[in-house]
Every structure is written in structure tokens, then in C-alpha cells.
């Protein structure tokens, strides 16, 4: 007498060999193996604090070049952009367009005493000229102690008496550290400046230190 044939149970489902085959389904022996789970979760680049630069200008001008885009690598003391400044030219032009003055002496003018004059004469031509060249310097020292404070370094400084003065409105911004663009916030051709106009030009992130900090 045949056997009957067994009952099906509930949730299983069988295929014939052809079906299998059908469905490129293979089937191979359990053995020892790894598991690798790969989630994808939002998650947010924080840059340090520490580690980010505002590059911003300290006088009102005009942005008349950027170098640089958001994305762009850029090197400490590199220049990214340049503005026109008449504050910037007007500071200049007080720096003088010779080499440093040197004290006048007043021993040359007594050796030449005889052809210059009387003494008292002699010595009130020194003393004009002494106070003449400390007054020069007194203005020299102020326009270079603003043009620092306005961004400028000391070779920049140092090199505009051989500067054509068509240049003197012209300065270049520098990356105070070198990293990423992370934002650029001006156009070409915008007022920057104080009196509620923007003062930074660009973020830049040294990305070597950026922390990640994931949502789940």
C-alpha cells in the first residue's frame, strides 16, 4: 500500500527542481565566514574652532580680484584676493618716497661755518633741521604703524618707495593659514569694509584637524 503523502505545512513553500533552476537559486554548504555591516547614517563635518580663519579686511574698499573659490586649497601668507582703498593710498603716500632719513649733523655745518654765517645763524639752521627731519619721522612712524594695522607686513611696508604710486590703492588680502576654502561671502566689485558693509572675504579650514560627528 503507497504512503501517503505528507500534509503541507503552513508558510512553506516547495519548488520542483526546474523551478530552481529557473530561478538561478544555489544552494552550498554552511561554514565559518564573516559578517560586514555597512550603515549609512547623516552626518555633519564640524570644523575646529582652532583651526578655522576668517579672512576679513580692515579698511572700506572695493573687491576689484578673487583668487579663490570655495573648495580651493590655499597656502599660509597666500595672496585670495585684492581690494582698491583710497584709506589705503592715502596711508601710503605718507610713508616717504626715499631711503630712511639719517639725523643731520651738525658738525658739517660748523666746518662750514665760514661760508654759512655767524655761529648763532649755524645753529639755527640745525635746529630747524633737526626738528624738521623728528617731525618726518614722527609721521613716517604713524603712517607705518596704521598700514600694519590695516594688514600690511613689514617688507610691504619696506618696499613702497620703489612702488609706483598708481599702485598704492591696491592691496593684497593674505590667508592668515593654509587649508580649504569652506565659504567665500563677497562679489566681485562689492563695497567692503566698516559702516555695515561686509568685512570677511573668506573661511578657510585647516581640514587636518576637522572633527565628524555622525546622527543615528
Request: aromatic share 2%.
Amino acid at each position: 500500500m503507497p504512503a501517503a503523502p505528507e500534509p503541507e505545512k503552513s508558510g512553506r513553500v516547495r519548488l520542483t527542481d526546474a523551478q530552481i533552476a529557473k530561478a538561478g537559486i544555489r544552494t552550498d554548504d554552511a561554514g565559518e565566514g564573516r559578517l560586514a555591516r555597512h550603515p549609512h547614517v547623516p552626518g555633519t563635518i564640524v570644523p575646529s574652532a582652532d583651526n578655522t580663519a576668517r579672512i576679513a579686511v580692515k579698511t572700506t574698499g572695493t573687491v576689484v580680484e578673487l583668487r579663490k573659490r570655495p573648495g580651493d586649497r590655499v597656502a599660509k601668507g597666500e595672496v585670495v584676493a585684492l581690494i582698491e582703498s583710497r584709506e589705503i593710498a592715502e596711508t601710503k603716500g605718507r610713508v616717504p618716497r626715499r631711503a630712511p632719513l639719517g639725523c643731520p649733523a651738525e658738525d658739517p655745518l660748523r666746518a662750514r661755518q665760514g661760508t654759512l654765517g655767524p655761529a648763532h645763524l649755524v645753529r639755527a639752521a640745525v635746529l630747524r633741521s633737526l626738528a624738521s627731519y623728528r617731525d618726518l619721522q614722527v609721521k613716517e612712524n604713524a603712517a607705518r604703524r596704521k598700514l600694519s594695522f590695516l594688514g600690511l607686513g613689514p617688507a610691504e611696508i619696506d618696499a613702497l618707495p620703489t612702488k609706483p604710486e598708481a599702485q598704492f590703492e591696491r592691496q593684497e588680502i593674505r590667508s592668515p593659514i593654509a587649508g580649504r576654502v569652506v565659504e567665500r561671502r563677497v562679489d566681485l566689485g562689492a563695497a567692503v569694509g566698516r559702516d555695515n558693509l561686509e568685512t570677511e572675504l573668506y573661511s578657510v579650514v585647516d581640514s587636518r584637524f576637522t572633527s565628524h560627528e555622525a546622527s543615528w
